[in-house]
């Protein structure tokens, strides 16, 4: 279905527009007259709406973070936390695999300098405080919050341990975009998951549990895939 520009508001042309060309062509496309002309609207309508390149790219990786937390939301909580927690790991390493260049704008993994805002009184996109990121990071932190009251873990911050899990996930997210696993078969399986385990176990889950939760977990994102695209048959 073909959508008319026109009713869209501008912003929201430019940011879509800023979107599909870092999908087509990466980062090095995104301009205020490319991303013009893929909008169907003037250079002018970057400066007007958002003051200039590097604001309309923090509004993207909002735009990002948004659709980072809809997936999360999609996944449903069972009574495995771990499996839950792990479930969550591999939807975010899906989430990146088909949304390369957009995930590398909202961390910065590798080409930071390329998005930081010039201006001085613009909000760095890795701040980490925006609300769209705390919106998707939230899902992060209220599962680990259940690990400890399930008693899964020891009593741990439940901050400190969504700052260690995020961590090691969007380092393994980061080497996977980077070609690193390339001779793996399959590194989700080789990597991330037994990842995941070793970081509960770690916290005092017992290993056993943690294997078996592990496990369990790429049947809740096989099931979550699955509601989505019979979602999309019935629109």
Known sequence: MTVDLSLQDPRTRLVEAAIRLLARSGPSEVKARS?????????MGVY??????????????????RQQASVFGRLALTDDPMADLCAMAL?????????????????????HGRYSPSRGDAEPILSGQSPSFRAAYTFLLQGCARLVTAKCVRNVDPD????QLWSALHGFIMLDLGGHFAHMANPVVEVLVPMCVNLVV???AKRDKAEASGAAAGALWSSAQNNKIVQLRNK
């Open 35 to 43: 991303v013009a002309t893929e909008a169907q609207l003037s250079t």
């Open 91 to 111: 939807a975010c390493h899906d989430f990146a695999r088909r949304n390369p260049h957009l995930y590398d704008l909202m961390f910065g993994l590798s080409i």
């Open 160 to 163: 400190l341990m969504a700052l």
């Open 202 to 204: 770690g916290m005092g």
């Open 48 to 65: 007007t709406y958002f003051g200039g390149v590097p604001e309309l790219l923090q509004a993207v990786a909002d735009d990002g973070f």
